[in-house]
């Protein structure tokens, strides 16, 4: 079982930018798909972007390419989100995830039987 913990999150103007962390610890296999969802109020949990820790293959949703950018420290075991131009629309709750994959890494890949951090908050104002 990977631990997840996020950091990073917090209240920002419309335009402004921030960079999320997710430090992982536990791994046992030698590639992972990781990668953010958000979740805001009332909503479904939407997957953002996601990364292959060995391929380095990116995706992103479509709501967010563009602004946002995911990548990984491989030395410190750490997944990232920078996002920029941030919009009101962007506030939610943002959780990281991982499952181990040989290749596989998409959205339902992680939703289907992933792990999860706790969160951290982003807030957006207009």
């Known amino acids: 079982q990977v631990n997840l913990v996020e950091s990073g999150g917090g209240s920002v103007q419309a335009g402004g930018s921030l960079r999320l962390s997710c430090a992982a610890s536990?791994?046992?296999?030698?590639?992972?798909?990781m990668g953010w969802f958000r979740q805001a109020p009332g909503e479904k949990r939407e997957g953002v972007a996601f990364?292959?820790?060995?391929?380095?293959?990116?995706y992103y949703a479509d709501s967010v390419k563009g602004r946002f950018t995911v990548s990984q420290d491989n030395a410190k075991i750490t997944l990232y989100l920078q996002m920029n131009s941030l919009k009101p629309e962007d506030t939610a709750m943002y959780y990281c995830a991982a499952r181990a994959s040989i290749g596989f890494c998409s959205a339902p890949y992680l939703d289907d039987s992933g792990s999860w951090g706790q969160g951290t908050q982003v807030t957006v104002s207009s």
């Open positions: 990364i292959h820790t060995r391929r380095g293959n990116t």
């Open positions: 536990g791994y046992t296999f030698g590639s992972y798909c």
